[in-house]
Structures are given as C-alpha cells and as structure tokens.
C-alpha cells in the first residue's frame, strides 16, 4: 500500500475503468434476453427486423464500450505493476546498501539478488494483472447474483447454498499453496545464492578442476526447487480443479431445474438464457478468483521475503542529531582509540580486538603489524564505522565518531583495502570512484601519483577502456594501482593503507612508494604492511597480537628489542635485513 499511494490517481482511473467494464458485461446477458424474448419467442411475433436491428445495434454498442473499457483497464492496471515494482526493487536496494557487513556475513548476495528479480516479478505480476483480475471478478461475481436474485429467486438461492459448501475447502486449500509457494521461492534463492557465489569464484575453481563438481551442486540446488515448484503447481492445480468442478457442478444442477421450469411455463425461454449467460459469469469469476487466489498466495510469499529483507536495520546508523567534524588543518585529522574491546556478531565468545588503545598525531604514519588475525583490518573497519565496540570509543579530531554521520565520517576518510575491487567500468571512472565530479585532469593527475598512467595508457581504448567484471582484464599490481590512485583522488585527512603494496613487484613498488609517501604528506596515515621497505618509514610501528598490543617502537628499536617484531621480521624480511 505504501507504494501503490502515490499514484492514486492512476488506480482511480483504473478503477473507473474497471467499473465501466464489468458493468457492459454485466448488460450483455440482459440484451440478450430482449433479442430472445422480443424478437424470437412468443412476444416476438410481429416484431419488426427495425427492432431486431436497434437491439443489435445496442448490442455492438454494449461490445464497444466493454472493448474501450477492458484496454484501458489493461494500460493503467499494466503501468501500476511496472511502476510499483521498479519503485519496489529501488527501495530495496537502496535498503540493501545501507546495511552493515554484520548483514551480509549472513545472507548471500545471491539471494539478495533473487530478492529483487523473482520475488519483485511475482508482485509486479500481482499488481499488473491478478489484482485487477481479482477486482473484475469479483465485482462480476456480485453483478451477477444480483442479477441471478432478479431473473429467479429460488434457482439462485439453491445456487447461494451449493457454493456456500465449495467456498470452504478452495480457502482451507490455498493455504497450503501459500505455504508452498513460499518454500519454492526459498528453494530459488539457495539456487541464485550458489550460482553467484561460484561465478565470482570460477579461477579459483578451474584452477582446482572443480567444473564438474559445482556443475553437479548447482543442479541439485535446481532439482530441489523444481521438486518444490511442482509440489506447489501440483497443489495449485488441485485447488483450481476442485473450484471449476465443485462450482460448475452446483451451477449445472441448477440449470437442470431452470430447463424443467421453462418446460413447465414458470420461466420464459429468454429468462433461461439470461440466468444461464449470468450463472456461466458467476462460474468464471469465482474460477478466475480462484487463478488470482493461487497468483496472490504466490505473490504472499515473496512478499514476506521481501519485507523481511526491508525490515532488516543495520546496527550501525547515523545518529539523529550527528556532530560536525572542526575545520581540516593542514596536518590532517587526530585519532584515538581508547580501550577498545570488540568481538564479531558471527563470533561473540571470541575477542577480535581487546583493550586496545591508540593516539594517532595529526600528520603522522602508523604502521601496524602483526601475525594474520590479530586485528589489523578489524581495527580498519571499527574507523570506518562498519562495525562499533562493544566498549571503548574512537575519536577523530576530538569528536566521537559515534555521534557523527556516516557519511561525514567516512568522507574524512581514504581506504586502499587489501581486496581490491575494480568495478565493471573503464580506467576512468573506476578512479572517478574516490571522488565523484572530479574532472579528467584529476583523475589523471592521480593515475600518476599511484604510477597507474603507465598502464593506462597503453591499454587498447587508455582511460576509456572496460577494465572487464572485477578487474579480470588487469594483474594484481595494476588493480592494486588502480585502488590508490581512487583513494588518492579523494583527498582525505586519514589514509588507510591495508597491504596498499602486496600485489606489486619491487620496480612497481619503489614507484608507488614514492607515490604514497608524497600523498602522506598534510594527512594522517595507518598502514597495515608486512613489506619492510612501508613499515621503516612509518614514524612508528605498533605490533597488534591475539587482539592486543605487544609492541610499540620505531623499527631499529623493536628488532633490538628481539621480540615479537623481530621474529616476523626474521621471516618475512630477511632478503632485505
């Protein structure tokens, strides 16, 4: 309902058009009891083809204006559909993105995808076709008895208790293709789910000949959901069977008594016919209904899908009344972490970080090192706020970053993360990403300082060529590339640096270094490095184990302090010691 109120006057219009409709329709079987009874029963004897002619006429007109009326029903009806739906897969995605990583631990893009394809068509399909049909059906259904009540009080009062006994079951029945239908749509999702996952992830499973393997998982997601769709058709057919036949069959027996009763002389040949033309109405609305009952049970489902997945909150919001951040200076911003303890939602019993407190001078670079899971990019992703702690709290420039909106926040912020992600996009506009509006010339200027313009422009098309889904048309260094010149371009007074340099080789490495050490200038910079040549320069190295700080020092002094630094030196460096 909410999205169908902004366009009350497209449903009026339909409704106007509806009513039109049903009421030609309902008029034809009263015409055609005139041409019976004046025109060729008894009553009609004598009657001039002049009469016969205006009642054919009046008929065509009846035709006409039920064939303007029904298109126009069928354009507004059709353009409701469309527009709810794309209003609806708007709203959900636009949902979908505000959502923390905490949501997507737990539910596959996939599915999401799923979401918004199948389930939004199956309510476009309820909109656009099965509301209307339900809503001309329906009102046929109450022409039509009226009418029936008018031609004869007791067939159609035999009629009213027959079908009284057959409404019961179709409704008890439909709520098992409801349930079913709901299943079946979870059955497509586990199917899009899998699907997704394995198509982003087809090197890796080429590399370890698993084509046949997940070929084989992939269709067995299928066969479950087509076992459960034709559970729910075969369900669906039963409910449409047992509707016709129980309806059509109360219907046929009062017919029998109406055949007697004009054989008799208690009805006229023309009041059969037009009880006959009625009934034949009701029968096909209640069938109709029935279709449009299985549609909607249908359409329940994905509904409660999809407002399950709108009612999802990220844990994570701006605050109502979010704080400023004071004027950037030309040092770049202040940071402190105080006594931070965190643990993921996925993994409550155990403390990704713990105790964990850190001041961050305006200007100066940080290194943070550590064995892998010792918090490093957890620490990154509690300042981008996709994550709060549990306890403890962590200030920029003074302000706790609780209390300031998100995207205020995450503005002051630059990120070269350690998954790169290219998107299906050229050079470009992959580096306009950091900042949208900045004009060519930036852009360009930041290819450079990440030693990206090299590459780019010996690609075939230069900055104007497709860089393909996730990047697949460039090796890791020049991904890796791509991602600083964008964080770069952004300009911001806190650069994080997750591994910035992993993929690269030591030519490409010296440039982008030099790169990076210019950019560092007039902005506050932590860097998560194994690389020895990142971490010496950093102003100061805070060695992060098991959640906690173990070390802290410049890197002359921790490798004379032997410990822990010392020892992954020892490992990871020890070409360049």
């Not at 303007?68 to 995605?93: H, P, Q």
């Not at 029936?148 to 019961?168: E, P």
């Not at 497509?188 to 394995?198: K, N, R």
């Not at 002389?265 to 009041?271: A, K, L, N, S």
Request: glycine share 8%.
């Amino acid at each position: 309902m909410p999205f169908l109120a902004p366009y009350r006057r497209q449903f009026v219009l339909a409704g106007i058009a509806l009513l039109v409709a049903a009421a030609a329709t309902l008029t034809i079987p009263y015409a055609f009891k005139q041409m019976i009874d004046l025109g060729f029963g008894a009553a009609g004897i004598g009657s001039s083809s002049h009469h016969i002619d205006l009642y054919f006429l009046a008929l065509f007109g009846v035709a006409s204006i039920l064939a303007v009326a029904t298109a126009a029903r069928f354009y507004m009806v059709s353009w409701l559909g469309e527009r709810v739906t794309a209003d609806l897969r708007s709203a959900v995605y636009a949902h979908v993105v505000t959502q923390s990583p905490q949501f997507f631990e737990t539910t596959k893009t996939g599915e999401v995808l799923s979401r918004l394809t199948t389930d939004t068509t199956l309510i476009q399909a309820l909109i656009g076709t099965s509301i209307s049909m339900a809503l001309r059906n329906f009102l046929l259904f109450v022409g039509g008895m009226i009418m029936l009540f008018i031609t004869s009080v007791k067939l159609t009062s035999i009629i009213i208790v027959m079908l009284g006994a057959v409404v019961l079951p179709i409704v008890i029945y439909g709520r098992r293709v409801r349930k079913l239908s709901r299943e079946s749509q979870d059955r497509i999702a586990d199917a899009s789910g899998l699907a997704g996952e394995i198509l982003n992830a087809m090197p890796t499973v080429q590399a370890f000949t698993h084509e046949t393997i997940e070929a084989e998982r992939f269709g067995s997601s299928v066969e479950r959901a087509f076992q459960t769709a034709m559970q729910r058709i075969s369900a669906r057919a039963g409910l449409t069977m047992m509707a016709i036949l129980l309806v059509f069959g109360a219907i046929v027996f009062v017919l029998w008594l109406g055949a007697h009763a004009v054989i008799q002389g208690r009805m006229t040949g023309g009041d059969l016919g037009q009880f006959i033309l009625y009934a034949s109405l009701v029968a096909g609305s209640i069938g109709a209904l029935s279709e449009v009952l299985g549609d909607s049970q249908r359409a329940a489902g994905a509904t409660e899908r999809l407002l399950h997945l709108i009612a999802a909150k990220s844990p994570v919001q701006s605050p109502l009344l979010p704080d400023t951040l004071p004027p950037r200076t030309a040092n770049g911003a202040a940071l402190a972490l105080q006594n931070i303890d965190f643990h993921y939602p996925s993994r409550p019993d155990t403390a990704a970080l713990h105790g964990l407190s850190i001041d961050v001078a305006p200007g100066e670079t940080v290194a943070i090192v550590g064995p892998s899971g010792a918090g490093k990019t957890t620490l990154f992703q509690l300042m981008l706020r996709f994550y709060d702690p549990q306890q403890g709290s962590i200030l920029l420039d003074g302000v706790d970053i609780k209390y300031l909106d998100l995207h205020t926040l995450r503005n002051a912020i630059g990120i070269v993360p350690q998954d790169t992600v290219i998107f299906s996009e050229n050079a470009m506009e992959n580096i306009r990403y950091g900042r949208v509006g900045a004009t060519d010339e930036e852009v360009i200027a930041a290819a450079k300082m990440a030693a990206a313009d090299e590459f780019i422009t010996r690609l075939p098309q230069g900055y104007q060529c497709f860089l393909g889904e996730r990047g697949v048309r460039l090796s890791g260094g020049q991904r890796q590339r791509i991602a600083i010149a964008r964080a770069l371009l952004k300009n911001p007074p806190l650069l994080l640096l997750d591994e910035a340099t992993s993929a690269l080789d030591a030519e490409s490495e010296r440039a982008v270094q030099g790169a990076l050490e210019a950019a560092m200038i007039g902005r506050t910079t932590l860097v998560i490095a194994h690389r020895l040549a990142t971490v010496q320069r950093a102003s100061r190295i805070i060695v992060l184990e098991h959640g906690k700080i173990v070390e802290t020092g410049t890197h002359a002094s921790l490798i004379a302090a032997n410990g822990l630094y010392a020892s992954l030196a020892a490992l990871q460096f020890n070409n360049e010691i």
